[in-house]
């Protein structure tokens, strides 16, 4: 099962709360617990409430947590429903295909995260200091 997105988490919350599941002033999971129970980092889950936040659904109670806003928000489109005439940046990945043609550089052989970038002068070094501490 693929690990959802902040956006996701949000939206399922937005979904809650407009359809009256989560009442106003109900208390949101911590956001460590509901990391671990959904297996995202807590970045992950800070976002999506950090969303909920600026969309006027939900409040920060400091050491209480972050519950349902007593007042209804405001109305906006549900999160998860993107119109067309907008491109979803939530990702943070942009669309390949809107970025413009680029002349051609001169990159490392490998220049993803990942990928084998070693350069061996620095693996000697490595190795020697390693093998000197044993």
Known sequence: MPRPRATEIAARFEREIRDGRLPPRAPLPPVRALAAELGVSPGTVAAAYRALRLRGLVGGQG???TRVSARPAVALPPMDRVPDTLRDLASGN?????????????LP?????GAGAHLPELLRLARRALQADG
């Open 63 to 65: 050491r209480h947590g």
């Open 94 to 106: 942009p669309d390949p295909a809107l970025l413009p043609s680029l002349p051609p550089v001169a």
């Open 109 to 113: 052989a490998s220049p993803l995260y």
